[in-house]
């Protein structure tokens, strides 16, 4: 069988189109116009885009090619925004960007008011962050990304539906049990075999069952 199948041909990530020959000889990736910021749609260069392509490689969760590319200022501006929604859990990335907002020095305080309100604003919304991530709940911040909150979120939903079942289950089987001791005798003799013969609850239920037709 002949082994001349040629190169095989390499795919543009964010369209799924083939690469040209030209973006394949520099060693791109991707073809620069799909290379846009998720949030202004505006060009991301090659080397922030290999670098939030990485980031993305690394991350818990795999995020749509749509929203791998995005410039740090337009990110970081949408984490700030997110504090507002009480929808999102608080993620360590934006934590991370307001205490190196809080930490950065600033040497010259500009005086006119036109260069001063920018900053004094920019101050009150990390204020109001702060107190914001400081009455979140805890368990919300350890959680670094809207779907796991989200996956946790049902999963905490369905034991507490699952506990309430099992406390409403007890309190009518009580409730049969006082109507009737006969009841909490046998279950008292079930849980015995079970501890006694290491048995499950259906199987010294079953022995049980042999024993009182004997």
Request: charged share 30%.
């Amino acid at each position: 069988m002949p082994d001349n199948l040629g190169p095989q041909t390499k795919h543009c990530p964010f369209c799924n189109l083939p690469l040209t020959d030209f973006e394949i000889e520099l060693n791109h990736k991707w073809h620069k116009k799909c290379a846009k910021c998720h949030y202004c749609q505006h060009e991301v260069t090659h080397e922030m885009a290999s670098e939030c392509v990485s980031k993305a490689a690394e991350g818990d969760y795999i995020l749509p090619p749509s929203q791998m590319l995005y410039h740090v200022p337009c990110h970081e501006r949408a984490l700030m925004e997110q504090f507002k929604n009480k929808e999102f859990p608080i993620v360590q990335e934006q934590l991370d960007i307001l205490n190196r907002f809080l930490l950065t020095s600033r040497e010259e305080i500009p005086l006119t008011l036109d260069a001063l309100y920018p900053l004094l604003r920019n101050l009150q919304q990390a204020a109001a962050n702060v107190s914001i991530a400081i009455n979140r709940k805890k368990d919300k911040i350890k959680i670094r990304d809207v779907a796991a909150w989200r996956e946790t979120t049902e999963i905490r939903e369905q034991v507490n539906k699952e506990e309430k079942a099992k406390i409403e289950a007890k309190k009518i089987r009580l409730q049969s049990e006082r109507a009737d001791p006969k009841l909490r005798d046998r279950r008292k003799a079930i849980h015995g075999l079970m501890q006694a013969f290491g048995l499950s609850e259906q199987d010294a239920s079953a022995m049980l069952d042999k024993k009182e037709a004997n």
